[in-house]
């Protein structure tokens, strides 16, 4: 994606929210939803992110959520890649998937927040795979992990 491309979709305000994929070498932090049947995709591997608030950027949401859930602070200038993704349960919206890397010395500050039963730096391979990922975030790593090959 362009650079304009890029700015154009971190400012886009029909995405409904965003979710963020970030990278230690092959690892990429993740957490396990919790268990309750009310919410979206019930005890799964999902990536930090979540709904879009009044008056907020896809990359203010981007912030303040993993804010909210590891407790960290992450630039701005942090992200290298975005693009939409769809999500199908429990009814079809879009949003914005970005990716980066995140420094060790973050990873070490992560204070988890009260959403969700745990957390880990996942090996890509592992999340990519696991049968209780979130199928979407899944299929977007992918897109996003083989892409750096190439």
Not at 58 to 76: K, N, T, Y
Not at 123 to 138: C, K, N, T
Request: glycine share 10%; net charge negative.
């Amino acid at each position: 994606m362009s650079r304009n491309g890029f700015a154009a979709l971190l400012e886009d305000r029909s995405l409904i929210g965003a979710k963020v994929a970030l990278f230690r070498g092959e690892t990429i932090l993740c957490y396990q939803r919790d268990d309750f049947a009310h919410i979206p995709d019930p005890g799964r591997w999902d990536l930090p992110g979540g709904l879009r608030e009044p008056g907020e950027t896809i990359l203010d949401c981007a912030l303040r959520e993993v804010q909210e859930e590891f407790g960290i602070h992450l630039s701005p200038q942090g992200f290298d890649y975005a693009s939409r993704f769809l999500k199908y349960e429990p009814q079809r919206i879009e949003g914005a998937f970005l990716a980066g890397q995140i420094p060790q010395e973050l990873v070490d500050a992560i204070v988890f927040g009260d959403e969700g039963q745990c957390w880990e730096m996942m090996p890509v391979a592992r999340f990519l795979s696991h049968p209780f990922g979130v199928r979407e975030l899944q299929a977007s790593v992918a897109l996003f992990w083989d892409g750096l090959d190439g």
